[in-house]
């Protein structure tokens, strides 16, 4: 880990903004004037800033690649007492967004019921809304930090084990599929089946465990069956609805999926792991997954 020891020649703000929004906008306007290492810190802030609301310094310090001084005294540049105050308006934040999902669902559903289908049922609408709503909160989200990160474990794996509960499965068999066609060794798993559990003691290093959540039912046993392939120095990335960053060099990708329906929203996930398959693919074998061009496009033709 870098020493504490770097030097900073910006001017620190006398006052701290007090919305994460108005944070976030301070710090990317300072950026260009901060040293080296705090626009490390700052970047990262930008990029991540569920997993800032979350995770203990020490963690911050290992993800962004700085010793844990660093952090605290980047907060304190920006107008902050130390580390601890800073993260009480990323918290802030991160719970008005969640606030949000709500209305924003209730709106969309509105704007649907108000588009003339009569036909669709207000339980179809709610469903409708609610994936849409799950896309744009990926959009908002998503770290491209972390799908770097992501997609650098996924090309160089020697085996891929995707671990899906029943209600991520589709999301699971997509990621298995696209992985396969590159074609990468990808193997889906059911989380908590005895299979499972057997094929995953098979893990060594080298390895990238997948563990797709839409729900938190099986977050704490999907986590606990791996703890084995973990020590055998597998890497892992967990895809799923809780921000929080895991162990230290392992990945986190939040995709939004509204856990308090009894069906979850799939839209986000599926999308997510659709695009972490074709980065892998433009890193790995981009001739098997070109994009086509739309300037030549016939849509009466193809």
């Known amino acids: 880990m870098p020493s504490p020891a770097a030097t900073n020649t910006t001017t620190p703000l006398t006052t701290s903004p007090r919305d994460l929004p108005g944070l976030l906008k301070h710090t990317d306007d300072r950026l260009a004037q901060l040293s080296p290492q705090f626009q490390q810190?700052?970047?990262?802030?930008?990029?991540?800033?569920?997993?800032?609301a979350l995770a203990p310094v020490r963690v911050l310090a290992g993800h962004v690649g700085v010793h844990p001084s660093t952090i605290v005294r980047f907060a304190k540049h920006m107008g902050y007492d130390g580390f601890k105050e800073m993260q009480l308006i990323f918290k802030a934040g991160m719970y008005a967004k969640a606030q949000g999902l709500n209305s924003r669902i209730s709106r969309l559903d509105q704007q649907l019921a108000a588009s003339g289908n009569q036909k669709s049922s207000d339980g179809v609408r709610n469903i409708i809304a609610a994936e849409i709503t799950s896309l744009q909160t990926l959009l908002e989200r998503l770290s491209m930090t972390e799908l770097e990160r992501a997609v650098k474990?996924?090309?160089a794996a020697r085996i891929v084990w995707v671990v899906s509960g029943l209600d991520a499965m589709a999301v699971g068999a997509h990621l298995t599929r696209m992985l396969t066609l590159l074609p990468r060794d990808a193997r889906l798993l059911e989380a908590g089946s005895a299979r499972s559990a057997e094929a995953i003691g098979l893990a060594r290093a080298g390895d990238v465990i997948v563990v797709i959540e839409v729900s938190h039912e099986r977050s704490d046993e999907t986590l606990a069956e791996i703890a084995?392939?973990?020590?055998?120095?597998?890497?892992?990335?967990?895809?799923?609805?809780?921000?929080?960053?895991?162990?230290d060099g392992h990945v986190t990708l939040q995709a939004s999926s509204n856990s308090t329906q009894p069906v979850p929203t799939l839209a986000g996930p599926l999308t997510l792991v659709h695009i972490l398959g074709m980065q892998v693919a433009n890193r790995t074998n981009p001739a098997r997954f070109q994009l086509p061009d739309m300037a030549q496009f016939d849509p009466l033709g193809w």
Do not use: M, Q, T, W
């Open 228 to 247: 084995v392939a973990l020590r055998a120095n597998c890497k892992l990335i967990v895809i799923g609805p809780d921000p929080r960053p895991r162990e």
């Open 153 to 155: 474990l996924l090309a």
């Open 41 to 52: 810190v700052a970047r990262y802030f930008i990029d991540n800033s569920d997993a800032v």
